[in-house]
């Protein structure tokens, strides 16, 4: 069974950065596809970054430049480095796994959800 937890999140200022952890088990990087997707109040939910076997990593446009997914295979984690934080990345973020091996970017495409960390940018 697929497992996810994410932690790392918490309040920062804007311009700060953050590096946020989903430690996995029950599937592998090499045939799945990994996202983190956030909500923010009064919004649907939205990929941020994907990072798939056949494709390499997908980005939304307002946190290209600013954020980097990323995986570490022995330990079975999937990180989420944000720099020069917004306000408007305000939200609760999540970690996902789909069973397709290639970039998606809806979360009806995604099986598997960790139970989302709070992250604040605020001053």
């Known amino acids: 069974e697929v497992q996810l937890v994410e932690s790392g999140g918490g309040l920062v200022q804007p311009g700060g950065s953050m590096r946020l952890s989903c430690a996995t088990s029950?599937?592998?990087?090499?045939?799945?596809?990994i996202a983190w997707f956030r909500q923010a109040p009064g919004k649907e939910r939205e990929m941020v970054s994907c990072?798939?076997?056949?494709?390499?990593?997908y980005y939304e446009n307002s946190v290209k430049g600013r954020f980097t997914i990323s995986t570490d295979s022995a330990k079975n984690m999937v990180y989420l480095q944000m720099n020069s934080l917004k306000p408007e990345d305000t939200a609760v973020y999540y970690c996902?796994?789909?069973?397709?091996?290639?970039?998606?970017?809806?979360?009806?495409?995604?099986?598997?959800w960790g139970q989302g960390t709070q992250v604040t940018v605020s001053s």
């Open positions: 996902a796994v789909s069973t397709y091996a290639i970039t998606v970017i809806t979360d009806d495409m995604y099986d598997y």
């Open positions: 990072k798939s076997p056949s494709d390499g990593t």
């Open positions: 029950g599937f592998s990087f090499e045939y799945h596809t």
